[in-house]
């Protein structure tokens, strides 16, 4: 199945938003460094380790998922299902953002080198590491699943085609790659045509409705139809992921590609984010409502069936992408609110969640595998699965990634006076 349930693991891309260079994150108008961002970028690829984590425990998992814990709750289901709305969405659209200010500082050929240092690098370079590492985890899985043994039928491998290509989790630096080179492409058509200031004006012109009040419902309408006809959708999952093929879906396209477009046109309207700051409870709380009826219409716990191709279906796609567009409006406002002054430790975590991000899959599956058996709570299963990743990544993001080549390809340099931080 390909969503960001399945092997992706994949939903929040994010990073598009981690790879961003870790000056950048400012206002064009001002250059005030917006704090908030920081927060709400750590925030989201944490919340797709704790999404990664919590799979073995729902309910059909060994249907969806190469672990399946014994102990299942359907708990966990709803909580799944809300962030699995808005953490790619969220994604998407702080890549733009964060890629248009490294635009702006490096101009365009220093963008193009900076995109393939932070984004297709690590993804060529990355890829066949974590792949191997989760080969390595689902052949532990399958051990302890049988008892202390491997079985002896094993699934048949990928083959490595466009078709079927395990990007896993790291697809998200695939689509962004993919973007970027789109978003070059058509700028310099345009810019042969000698059209980009009128796009620019027109931008300019649809900014203000597109992030007004009702702006996430009409940004849903594309990206509802795009799932509409998305043949055999199976909704509860969402928007399909390009995590096991090397062609998006056109849902995807239209999804993830409306994001990082509406992020990067953000970063130019200097009116929007203080209007979010005002009026993200109403935001959040249209996102809840819309949610929670996508939850009544679809069920609470995971449900593999594909949406009957009905008027109930597109209603649901609807709701769905509009609660993903009020949850991105809100949770930004949100952000931006609480998050005003620096903080060092949000600044660490902020600069540590790519390669956290990057390197959880294997490590998340591989502690799934050893307490799948055993007959602890779900929650203590479930906190030693979190807590033992976070651990490994951290530890090893400090020790190994900070102060070495890996930390400033995928952030960076560091500064001297953050050499002990």
């Keep these: 199945m390909q969503n960001d349930a399945t092997i992706n693991a994949g939903n929040a891309g994010l990073s598009a938003i981690a790879p961003a260079h870790a000056q950048a994150t400012q206002t064009a108008a001002t250059g005030e460094r917006l ?29 969806f998922w ?53 984004i297709t690098l690590p993804l060529l370079l990355g890829w066949p590491v974590i792949f191997a590492a989760i080969v390595a985890a689902i052949v532990l899985a399958a051990w302890v699943r049988n008892g202390g043994s491997l079985p002896q039928k094993s699934p048949p491998p990928p083959t490595f085609t466009a078709d079927s290509f395990p990007l896993a989790h790291l697809w998200f630096l695939y689509m962004l790659t993919l973007l970027y080179a789109v978003y070059l492409g058509l700028w310099a058509v ?12 027109c931008a300019d012109w649809l900014m203000p409705a597109m992030s007004g009040w009702f702006g996430p ?43 990082f477009s509406f992020g990067w046109m953000l970063q130019q309207s200097t009116a929007t984010l203080p209007r979010w700051q005002q009026r993200w409870r109403w935001h959040l709380g249209f996102a809840l409502l819309m949610t929670a009826i996508c939850l009544y219409l679809g069920g609470l716990v995971p449900r593999l069936v594909p949406a009957v191709h009905d008027e109930s279906k597109l209603i649901f796609a609807w709701l769905y992408a509009a609660a993903a567009w ?47 058996r055993n007959e602890w709570h779900w929650a203590i299963k479930l906190a030693a699965v979190l807590l033992g990743t976070l651990a490994v990544a951290l530890l090893s993001y400090r020790y190994l990634v900070r102060f070495t080549w890996i930390g400033k390809l995928l952030n960076g340099p560091r500064p001297a006076q953050a050499q002990g931080v």
């Design 326 to 372: 009020h949850f991105c409006f809100g949770l930004t406002g949100l952000a931006l609110s609480c998050m005003r002054e620096a903080n060092t430790r949000v600044r660490y975590l902020a600069d540590a969640s790519y390669w956290i991000y990057l390197v959880h899959l294997p490590l998340v599956m591989a502690l799934q595998a050893l307490v799948s």
């Design 66 to 118: 190469m672990v399946s814990d014994n102990q299942k709750t359907a708990m966990l289901g709803p909580v799944f299902f809300v962030i699995h709305i808005f953490r790619m969405p969220l994604f998407f659209m702080l890549a733009g953002y964060f890629a248009h200010l490294v635009l702006q500082k490096k101009g365009w050929a220093g963008f193009i080198k900076d995109r393939l240092k932070r």
């Design 190 to 201: 345009c810019r042969q045509l000698g059209i980009l200031p009128q796009l620019k004006r």
């Design 35 to 63: 704090h908030g961002l920081d927060a709400l970028r750590a925030g989201a690829l944490l919340l797709g380790v704790f999404l990664h984590a919590s799979i073995s425990f729902l309910p059909g998992a060994k249907f």
């Design 217 to 259: 419902m009409l940004l849903a309408l594309p990206v509802a139809q795009a799932l509409f006809y998305t043949p055999y959708w199976v909704s509860w999952f969402g928007v399909p992921t390009p995590d096991q093929s090397l062609y998006p879906g056109r849902a995807a396209w239209v999804s993830f590609g409306m994001a």
